[in-house]
C-alpha cells in the first residue's frame, strides 16, 4: 500500500515517524508539508501545494491549523487516492461545517472520508468515541487500520504475583504512545497498572487538544485525557480477572469521576 502523509508541524512529524517505523515491509510512505501561513479562505489550493506529487491509495491528512482542510479535495487527483484519513486531534483546525463540506466533495468522487476524534478510536469498521462512533467501508483505510488506530494488546499477567509480564502490542496509536505506555507498564502488578497506565501514556506526551468538549453523550472531557481513557479501556479487560478487590474499587472510582 502507498501512503501520502500531509503534515504541517510536530504533531504530523511524530506519527509520521512512527507509521514509517512501524508499518509492514511492503507499504511505501511518503509525505508532503503543508504550509502553516495558509490565508483564511483558499481561492487557488494548488498555488499551496507542490507541483507534483507521488501516487498513493491513502492519504493521511495531519492538519495543525484550521485553514490547511481545505486543500485536501486537490490533493485527490494528483495522488489518485482512494481513501482519506483526517484525524481531529482539536476541534479548532476543523469545524463541522468545513468537515461536512470536505466529506461531500469527497464523496462526489467516490472517495472515501474517515475524521477520527482522536486518531486513536480508528479501528478496521469504525471510528470516533462512544455513541459517536461512526462506521465505514473502505478495504484501505481498514488495511491500514489494522495496524494503526485504537490500541489492542494481548497481556501475559503472572496468576500468582498478579504481575504485568508482557505485552504484545496487535495494533498501536498513530503517535507511537501505545509503546511507551507498554514499556512503562511492565513490571507492575495489575493493581498499579490501572488508571495509571493511561496517565503515562498521556506523558509521551499526548499532542491532542486540551480545551475541555463533548466526547459522548453526557461525558464532557478534553481530547488528550481521551486518549489516556481509550488506552486504560483497551487494558481493562485483559488485567481485570486478576485485579484484586481494592484495584477493582480503584477502576471504578476512577472511571466515575472520568465521567
Not at 95 to 111: F, H, W
Request: with cysteine.
Amino acid at each position: 500500500m502507498n501512503i501520502l502523509i500531509a503534515i504541517q508541524g510536530s504533531y504530523g512529524q511524530r506519527i509520521l515517524e512512527n507509521i514509517t517505523k512501524r508499518c509492514p515491509s511492503d507499504w511505501q510512505i511518503e509525505s508532503v508539508f503543508i504550509p502553516v501561513d495558509l490565508p483564511y479562505i483558499i481561492d487557488e489550493p494548488r498555488e499551496h501545494l507542490p507541483e507534483s506529487l507521488p501516487r498513493a491509495d491513502l492519504l493521511i491528512f495531519l492538519s495543525e491549523s484550521q485553514n490547511a482542510p481545505q486543500l485536501i479535495p486537490d490533493l485527490i487527483p494528483m495522488t489518485g487516492a482512494q481513501g482519506v484519513i483526517v484525524p481531529i486531534e482539536n476541534s479548532a483546525w476543523m469545524s463541522l461545517g468545513l468537515k461536512g463540506q470536505i466529506r461531500e466533495a469527497l464523496d462526489g468522487i467516490g472517495v472515501v472520508s474517515v475524521f477520527p476524534k482522536n486518531f486513536c478510536t480508528l479501528t478496521d469498521k469504525t471510528y470516533g468515541y462512544g455513541n459517536r462512533a461512526e462506521p465505514y467501508e473502505s478495504t484501505i483505510i481498514s488495511e491500514f487500520a489494522t495496524h494503526f488506530g485504537r490500541p489492542e494488546f494481548t497481556i501475559h499477567v503472572n496468576k500468582e504475583t498478579g504481575i504485568i509480564e508482557d505485552i504484545e502490542v496487535l495494533r498501536c496509536s498513530p503517535c507511537g504512545s501505545t509503546y511507551h505506555g507498554v514499556e512503562k507498564t511492565i513490571g507492575k502488578h495489575v493493581d498499579e497498572a490501572l488508571p495509571t497506565a493511561g496517565l503515562i501514556c498521556m506523558q509521551f506526551p499526548c499532542l491532542a487538544s486540551m480545551a475541555m468538549e463533548q466526547i459522548d453523550k453526557g461525558f464532557y472531557n478534553t481530547l488528550m485525557h481521551l486518549s489516556g481513557q481509550i488506552f486504560n479501556e483497551r487494558m481493562l479487560p485483559h488485567l481485570e480477572p486478576y485485579l484484586s478487590e481494592e484495584g477493582k474499587a480503584a477502576v471504578a472510582d476512577h472511571e466515575e469521576r472520568e465521567r
